[in-house]
Every structure is written in C-alpha cells, then in structure tokens.
C-alpha cells in the first residue's frame, strides 16, 4: 500500500513565526502536491513538484514556498505565517506515466494565532 | 479554481437507503476520479472512471459519466453508517486534478 506521511497532524504556530510542513511518500512517486483545505472552498493546490528539485505554482502559492531536495520528501514552508494560512494542509503524490490517481496523506491541521 | 461541482452539498440518509451524488464540470476531461475524506482525515481515491466510459462498479458504488452533460454521478447502495463522509469528484483535463468543493454524507443508524 501507499503511504504518505505528514509530520504532525495538529501545529499551533504564532503569527510571523516560520513553519515547515513535511511530506514523506514511500512509492517512489514522481509527483508530489501540497493542498489547503477550508470550508467552502474545497481543495486548493499550492505547490507542486513532478521531479526532485523541481517544483510548480499551483492556484495559490502566496506566502508559500516548497522545496524537494529527496524523491520521496516534499516540504511545504510558510515564510512568515499570518492567521490566514489557519487551515487544513494535504499533501498527496502520484505516477507519472498514467491516470493522476493521488494518494493523500492524513492531513496537518495548522493554527496560526 | 474547481472545475467539478458536487450536488448536493450535503445528504443525510438512513442506513440501508442508497445515495446518490452529483458532479459537473466544465472542460473536457481525460478521466474523473471520486474520493472519499473522513472527518478530519486525508482523502481516499475510490473509483476512476475513463472519459470513454459511461459506468464503472466497485463493490457497492457505481459510477456513472456523461461527456455530452459533462456530468458524473456517484451511486452508494445499502449505505452503512460507515460510509458516513465527504465526497469529492476530481477531473483530469490532462495536466493537473482539480477538485470540487464535495459532498457530506451522513447515514444514520
């Protein structure tokens, strides 16, 4: 089975603080995602990367950068957090060579105050 | 932005009833995706169906696609108090999944 961690599952940070999120996958995916989730608006994707060191701007990369040093780990990092970036944050990998189906990790529930 | 959009928003049916969701889009897609998101938890990718096929079954969900509609339903039969949980379409126009804003299913017992 696919796996995909997440390094916590709750984080309360303070506003102006640096916060990484980290993604670990243990199928040798290609693609990896980063998502925030909030009521009403769905799944949103920040980032992406189809290959190490590489990355792409998704929908809402603002106050956001990743970095992909390793195939299998994908961090997520919030330069300076404000209290708008309180939300749920998804990351998910995939194959390349077929059907996007993503595997998604449980999910980091971030606090900024 | 979404490209598919489940209706309805929310369900609520009682063990046993079947439940049916709903998902539009609005471009031409390669293949749609269902998963399934339990309350606080990750998404899980249930079912893909191609864009050159009409149904698809998995156990007790089937899946229907009309291109012409840009269209997709979701049918859950005898639904378990398990299968309580947010619903969400996904699209694959070919170059990234968008996602719709779900829907939230509650069986209840």
């Known amino acids: 089975d696919v796996k995909v961690t997440q390094s916590s599952r709750y984080l309360v940070k303070r506003t102006g603080e640096k916060v990484f999120l980290e993604c670990v996958q243990d199928?040798?995916?290609?693609?990896m995602f980063w998502y925030r989730q909030d009521p009403g608006l769905g799944l949103r994707l920040i980032y992406f990367?189809?290959?190490?060191?590489?990355?792409e701007k998704g929908d809402i990369p603002e106050g956001y950068s990743v970095s992909r040093e390793k195939k299998e780990r994908f961090s997520l990092i919030l330069e300076s957090a404000s209290t708008n970036q309180t939300s749920m944050y998804l990351c998910?990998?995939?194959?390349?060579?077929?059907?996007?189906?993503?595997?998604f990790g449980p999910g980091t529930r971030l606090t900024v105050l | 932005s979404q490209q598919g959009e489940e209706d309805p928003q929310a369900l609520s049916i009682q063990e046993g009833e079947n439940a049916t969701m709903n998902c539009s889009y609005k471009t031409s897609i390669n293949n749609l995706q269902w998963y399934r998101q339990n309350s606080g938890r990750g998404l899980v990718h249930l079912i893909l169906?191609?864009?050159?096929?009409r149904e698809k079954h998995s156990g007790r969900l089937r899946v229907t696609l009309d291109t012409s509609k840009k269209s997709s339903s979701l049918l859950i039969t005898a639904s378990r108090a398990a299968d309580t949980a947010s619903y969400f379409c996904?699209?694959?126009?070919?170059?990234?999944?968008?996602f719709g804003g779900g829907t939230r299913l509650m069986v209840k017992p």
């Open positions: 996904a699209t694959d126009p070919g170059n990234m999944l968008t």
């Open positions: 169906i191609r864009s050159n096929e």
């Open positions: 998910a990998s995939s194959t390349s060579g077929g059907p996007d189906t993503q595997y």
């Open positions: 199928m040798d995916h290609e693609n």
């Open positions: 990367s189809y290959d190490v060191k590489m990355k």
